[in-house]
């Protein structure tokens, strides 16, 4: 391990922990034997999270351990969700050296495109519970913060109306769900009726869409470069929105949840209890247009007001025109004398 002082720091819960890059770990200050290590917590585009004991001061990797063993009060007062950066952007310098890539060649990249040696086995784990606590935290991010906290009751209460819209908008996992925990099911139908009564809120189609897209058994991020999804831990998936259906106000497409990618559908397909299901998400350029502007280095208003279509065809255009005045002739003169490209 490297000098413990000079690990960078980062406090979450009233206690400083040293990031620890060369273990992919973190350390408690004043206490190196107690550890969280990020193989054990949940992974996702934004980062790490995972629900933590203040009084412990360890994380808590099983959510029924939880219920199990803490009252209400218990869960308010004691523990706190946390949600961190990548390893990558908490020390960039750490994480260059233990690869030997230049600082530059990280920019915008994610742990898992740099984890070679998959030391960690970094892969969406509860890819749908990952892709709420993304949702969750959302609201949080403009803070300022690099470490973000959510007092447990309220995360408990947004993840179940996460959960909620979800089987709402994917039947064939309500299904599921009611022929195999039915009771889990009534009870959960009560709870986010008493929870969200006289609130409409955002659908889960909406809401799954702003950060990536997730399924029951696969998470995806969006690739604001080249307006793919690529899948968290398997970043060779690649579901491609070339191959998606452009339905003038987004895309939609059958997701097989065994290949994890496009199904290949007769006509008049139907969904059943198993197999292929749609899926709708909206334009890259809708949901997040500074992350595109941000991605392909140009100003927010070539973004804005476009949709994934005519905003690839003005960049291809834009990129046409930077090329020499007399360039195209002159090809088109060497040709007809034939003299070849």
């Known amino acids: 391990m490297e000098n413990y002082k000079e690990l960078p720091e980062i406090t979450f819960g009233g206690t400083t922990w040293l990031v620890d890059t060369a273990g992919f770990q973190l350390l408690e200050k004043g206490n190196l034997s107690n550890n969280i290590e990020a193989s054990e917590i949940m992974y996702s585009p934004m980062g790490y999270s995972f629900p933590y004991s203040k009084s412990r001061r360890t994380a808590i990797t099983d959510i029924e351990f939880l219920h199990a063993n803490y009252s209400e009060k218990q869960l308010k007062n004691d523990i706190i969700y946390v949600q961190m950066p990548q390893f990558v952007e908490m020390d960039l310098e750490g994480v260059s050296r233990k690869y030997g890539w230049s600082p530059e060649d990280l920019v915008d990249k994610k742990d898992y495109e740099i984890l070679l040696d998959r030391q960690l086995s970094i892969d969406a784990k509860e890819p749908l519970r990952c892709l709420f606590n993304d949702i969750i935290f959302e609201e949080y991010r403009d803070s300022g913060k ?31 769900m009611e022929q195999d925990h039915p009771d889990l099911k009534k009870s959960l139908d009560e709870i986010y009726h008493k929870l969200t009564k006289g609130d409409e809120g955002r659908t889960a189609k909406q809401q799954i869409s702003d950060v990536g897209v997730g399924f029951e058994n696969a998470l995806f991020e969006f690739d604001f470069k080249n307006f793919n999804l690529i899948e ?24 097989d949840p065994e290949r994890k990618n496009i199904a290949n559908v007769p006509i008049g397909f139907k969904e059943g209890p198993v197999g292929p299901y749609l899926v709708r998400i909206g334009y890259f350029t809708i949901l997040h247009p500074t992350r595109i502007a941000k991605a392909h280095n140009i100003p927010l208003d070539q973004v804005m007001g476009r949709t994934d279509r005519e905003f690839i065809a003005n960049q291809k255009f834009r990129e046409s025109m930077k090329q020499k005045p007399n360039d195209a002739p002159r090809q088109d003169r060497r040709r007809r004398r034939g003299l070849g490209k």
Not at 148 to 176: G, N, R, T, W
Not at 232 to 255: C, K, L, R, V
């Open 146 to 176: 690099a470490v973000l906290e959510i007092p447990m009751d309220e995360y408990l209460k947004s993840h179940l109306v996460l959960v909620k819209e979800f089987l709402d908008e994917v039947p064939q996992a309500a299904e599921k």
């Open 232 to 255: 968290i831990g398997n970043p060779s998936n690649i579901i491609e929105t070339t191959e998606m259906t452009d339905t003038g106000s987004g895309y939609e497409f059958y997701y």
